[in-house]
């Protein structure tokens, strides 16, 4: 997968033949990878624009064209060409930006795993996908203090290293190659660290991406850059995919194990073990969608398969039986109006509240989100204790709520607006304005869909969710086997 420096490769690449050219037309042969537009309007949208410059957040390409910019995750394959513009599009090629000049840059994905979103100027940094992203190791943010209080949780350093919203732009090749140079053993305890840990791993991974960079990223088995040539940084890599070689520094055979389902090189003499107890993460899945897009259907599906499902809707409805403290704390908040005659609490009646009132609908959650919350800590700790290499969280306020923090990956469930509400009104026994009301009290599935790693679409046949479930499956193994 490219990361930070293969993505900023490139970006440098890109810009002498891309910037200052006009695009005439946008030809997209895989729709899936434009999100949440249309094909016809995002052509339409690009159509005319010129490229002014391109930037590069974490592992984005932001392509400026005045008012409007296009970002660009590229995912683990994702790769630009330049090709004259007659040229027959080859297999793997899913989107074609034509210029008036005569040549075209082509976007080339073997797995379709990459992205494509527009972005107003103004709302670039303050709106996701770019809101939500933590700072690169070079910027002047990101202190040893600002870096230890984002490490106050009970996750590994690989896997904290790994999230996007803490540290920007490393990937599974650069964190081995920085927890090396640190001496950082991978399955550490992120908030056993000290502000010298800190200082010591923003220092190191400083250092290990400005030569990454100065020598156009590594090449690893797919990777190449826009023009086809490869990196060299391959050629100084201490620890990754160097399985049973002599450690460069102490001659110890390097070690390859599984840390949050990623595969992890290290050296057992130079970064020795945590503690007793402190280690080992699965790979946790955080799964989302919203109402009646069917994530319970492709939750059956992760079960099926031996993955652990912990339900958070399962969780909240326990929080309302009579006994809990949780049930107490709703009555004393709301009233006894919500209570059934049986002196249960009646979900209709407390929906309702909820779906037709924010400010109850605040009460409610500051109830039971953090009674949830602690189940699910507790839950994961005893199914890490069992090994298990994926762990699914099924949270339907999964970015909402900020459970997305808990996960490695996320997984979102997508279907039409309007078979929501077709599948609600059959399943809840409910009017076309009560569904439009639940379905305006979530974050809209365009805005998810945009946060997710993951998606699989729900819309059509349940063949055909299986096949997009596969893929899903497929990639997160595969990156397992790879280390990427």
Not at 42 to 66: H, P, Q, V
Not at 147 to 167: E, S
Not at 180 to 202: G, H, M, Q, R, S
Request: glycine letters at 6%.
């Amino acid at each position: 997968m490219p990361e930070l420096p293969e993505v900023e490769t490139v970006r440098r690449t890109l810009l002498e033949p891309v910037v200052g050219k006009t695009i005439v037309g946008v030809d997209v042969r895989f729709a899936k990878i434009i999100r949440p537009l249309d094909s016809a309007t995002f052509s339409a949208a690009l159509t005319g624009k010129t490229i002014t410059d391109i930037d590069r957040l974490g592992k984005y390409l932001i392509f400026r064209l005045g008012d409007l910019n296009l970002l660009v995750h590229l995912r683990m394959e994702g790769k630009f060409f330049i090709k004259p513009a007659d040229t027959l599009p080859e297999t793997h090629e899913h989107v074609t930006f034509t210029f008036a000049t005569g040549d075209s840059l082509r976007y080339h994905d073997v797995r379709k795993f990459g992205t494509m979103t527009l972005r107003k100027t103004e709302a670039l940094y303050s709106a996701p996908p770019l809101s939500r992203l933590g700072y690169e190791p070079n910027h002047p943010q990101l202190t040893p203090a600002w870096l230890k209080k984002r490490f106050a949780t009970r996750r590994t350093i690989k896997t904290v290293l790994l999230d996007q919203t803490i540290v920007l732009g490393l990937g599974n090749i650069y964190v081995d190659e920085t927890l090396f140079c640190a001496k950082i053993n991978p399955n550490t305890v992120a908030n056993t660290l000290t502000l010298e840990d800190c200082d010591t791993l923003i220092h190191c991974a400083r250092k290990i991406l400005d030569k990454a960079i100065a020598l156009g990223g590594t090449s690893i088995r797919t990777y190449l850059n826009s023009l086809g040539i490869s990196g060299k940084f391959q050629n100084e890599l201490m620890v990754h995919l160097k399985k049973d070689a002599p450690c460069p520094m102490c001659q110890t055979t390097i070690e390859k194990i599984k840390v949050g389902g990623r595969g992890t090189y290290y050296c057992p003499a130079c970064q020795p073990s945590p503690p007793e107890g402190a280690s080992p993460m699965s790979t946790i899945i955080g799964l989302t969608g919203g109402i009646a897009t069917g994530k319970s259907t492709v939750s059956a599906m992760f079960t099926a398969i031996g993955m652990p499902v912990i339900d958070t809707d399962a969780i909240a409805h326990e929080a309302l039986k009579i006994g809990a403290k949780t049930y107490q704390d709703l009555i004393d908040t709301l009233g006894v109006s919500i209570l059934a005659p049986d002196g249960t609490i009646n979900k209709n009646t407390l929906g309702k509240m909820l779906f037709s009132d924010p400010s109850v609908r605040k009460q409610v959650n500051a109830i039971i989100h953090p009674y949830v919350r602690n189940v699910v800590d507790t839950e994961l700790t005893r199914l890490k204790s069992l090994n298990h290499p994926f762990i699914v969280v099924d949270v339907p306020l999964l970015f909402e709520t900020d459970f997305h923090t808990l996960c490695d990956v996320t997984v979102f469930v997508y279907a039409k607006q309007h078979q929501q509400i077709e599948r609600m009104m059959a399943r809840d026994h409910i009017d076309e304005t009560y569904a439009r009301q639940k379905l305006k009290a979530q974050l809209p599935l365009s805005k998810k869909r945009v946060l997710a790693d993951y998606v699989i679409d729900n819309s059509q046949s349940i063949i055909q969710t299986k096949k997009s479930f596969q893929k899903v499956i497929e990639s997160l193994r595969k990156e397992d086997e790879d280390g990427h």
